[in-house]
């Protein structure tokens, strides 16, 4: 695996070497997102010469934590990191000294609810109030049966087809070096390219009512249709890699944007950042790279400047509305086709943490078949006493954690928290991203009621926000996800520079949708340009 994963301070050093002796370099960075500050961080590092422009008034991008007036916060972005993220941790924990916590993940709280069907239901009651209603086969029933005597839970019915396959993929050292693009494409990587979530689930499961569990408790139903690649990918990235890793998930205490904020403020003097600077025109000339920028709070303030090195991190669903010359054709099918997952969170300001107090749920989430999808707990007054049982997979969707645990400090329980009330992907995201805020809010509470009907009452609710990524100028959409074909007909198109014009962002690394792919991109761009 150290082919496919290797660590980040033998890239910084290799960076290092590389760079040793050359010219310093002028380079422009579009975009402060993760891509972006860590581009400019580690360039100016070198004592290289880096301008940023940035069009939106904030660093970070889509690492953005929403602050309530009382101190209580959640994540409009970016809200969790695998331990097996070391390019995350080391930005996080070495560079801006940040203190972490357990993020207790959705499966990890076993007093949390199902809401299916119509059907409520505990997690840790299931076998009893959920499968007993469903119309699966004797084999899913047996299966479920027996993971949960086992003290496993439902993700088995995920977790049973991937496994076999996860081991097919590792076994072979030249399909795991395709699936990460290491080495060529082979075969059997090209066929799983072309083969969706949905229809791969569907040769494991054979009835209806199973497929639609395994949609509901993952919140995957709605992206059935994406590459299964995607989700290997995404699957093999969190196992541990190190003896003294387990899989687990941790936060940033404060909130993420603790990230970019304090990466930002150890920027060096030879880094100046331009807020308010949209691009509307990129231009590939014979020796620069043509820059036209634009004031978004005066129209009629127009700048254009050609630079010697460009690295570009805006999202490919912006671009797309982007001037662009001289890009070769490749390059535009890419941006053209590239897809985007719509995505969004509605973060329900509480004035009692009801869940705690009278749920005992202390992080974790819930899930429903309705729109709203997930509801995640705060993770912030939850206690780890030890670990009591961890599931056999480990990665993002199929892993679980039971912890012997407490709450931090009792009062806390009966105080204020940021319940995330709907955190929806793909169609519903979209749905529910077209009414109003308010709309938004109303539609979120109504589905909570199923099982937590404190959320109606007068005054629990005193404030509310709300992100639909795509919406957002300067985002497009909430992360690169790509459809079947895509990987193979679009990623090294996707990365490939254009002259001194080059590429980074999640969207250009196969961490899609993680600030660890925004950091590979941003890193191997770096190695890309001092090897000039």
Same mark, same amino acid.
């Given at each position: ?119 409520? @239901? ?73 083969? =969706? ?45 190190? =003896? ?129 999808? =997930?509801?995640?707990?705060? @993770? ?41 009330? =709907? ?42 926000? @709300? ?63 001092? @090897?000039?």
């Amino acid at each position: 695996m150290d082919t496919i994963f290797e660590p980040i301070k033998s890239k910084l050093h290799e960076i290092d070497s590389i760079d040793y002796g050359k010219p310093r370099k002028k380079i422009v960075i579009l975009g402060a997102g993760m891509a972006g500050l860590v581009s400019a961080y580690e360039l100016s590092k070198l004592g290289h010469e880096v301008t940023i422009y940035e069009a939106s008034n904030r660093v970070g991008g889509r690492v953005w934590t929403k602050r309530f007036a009382d101190g209580q916060y959640h994540e409009f972005g970016a809200m969790r990191i695998p331990e097996a993220h070391d390019h995350t941790r080391y930005y996080a924990k070495d560079v801006c000294k940040l203190d972490f916590r357990r993020f207790v993940n959705d499966h990890d709280e076993d007093d949390a609810f199902y809401y299916i069907k119509g059907i409520k @239901s505990q997690h840790k009651k299931a076998l009893e109030e959920l499968i007993p209603k469903l119309n699966l086969t004797l084999g899913e029933k047996e299966i479920v049966k027996r993971a949960i005597a086992n003290d496993e839970n439902l993700l088995v019915l995920l977790g049973t087809p991937f496994a076999s396959l996860l081991e097919e993929i590792k076994s072979k050292s030249e399909d795991l070096e395709a699936l990460f693009a290491k080495g060529p494409i082979t075969s059997r990587i090209q066929e799983l390219d072309q083969l =969706s979530l949905g229809d791969f689930l569907r040769r494991f499961v054979n009835s209806q009512d199973a497929l639609d569990l395994i949609g509901a408790i993952t919140a995957l139903e709605v992206w059935w249709d994406k590459a299964v690649t995607m989700f290997l990918r995404d699957e093999i990235s969190q196992e541990p890699r190190e =003896s003294n890793q387990t899989g687990l998930l941790d936060e940033i205490v404060g909130g993420l944007d603790l990230l970019p904020t304090t990466l930002a403020s150890k920027l060096q003097d030879n880094v100046n950042i331009n807020y308010g600077r949209e691009v509307i025109s990129l231009e590939k000339q014979q020796e620069k790279i043509q820059v036209v920028l634009r004031n978004t709070k005066d129209k009629s303030d127009i700048q254009s400047i050609d630079c010697d090195y460009v690295i570009c991190t805006i999202p490919f669903a912006v671009l797309r509305r982007i001037k662009l010359i001289g890009l070769s054709e490749a390059k535009n099918r890419a941006i053209r086709n590239l897809s985007y997952a719509s995505s969004i969170k509605v973060l329900l300001h509480c004035r009692e943490r009801f869940w705690e107090s009278k749920y005992k749920i202390i992080g974790g989430g819930s899930q429903t078949d309705l729109i709203n999808r =997930s509801i995640y707990y705060p @993770s912030d007054n939850f206690r780890p006493m030890a670990v009591r049982k961890m599931s056999k997979t480990k990665g993002l969707h199929t892993s679980f954690v039971r912890y012997d645990r407490e709450v931090i400090d009792k009062d806390v329980s009966k105080g204020p928290g940021v319940l995330l009330g =709907s955190y929806s992907w793909g169609a519903d995201a979209r749905r529910l991203g077209t009414l109003p805020h308010k709309k938004r809010e109303e539609v979120v509470k109504n589905t909570i009621a199923n099982f937590h009907p404190e959320i109606m009452e007068e005054g629990m609710v005193d404030d509310s926000a @709300s992100m639909f990524w795509d919406e957002y100028d300067w985002a497009g959409g909430a992360f690169c996800f790509m459809n079947p074909g895509d990987f193979v007909r679009y990623y090294e198109d996707t990365i490939a520079p254009e002259g001194k014009l080059f590429f980074a962002g999640e969207h250009c690394s196969l961490d899609q949708g993680w600030i660890q792919g925004a950091i590979i991109s941003a890193l191997r761009t770096i190695k890309d340009i001092v @090897s000039q």
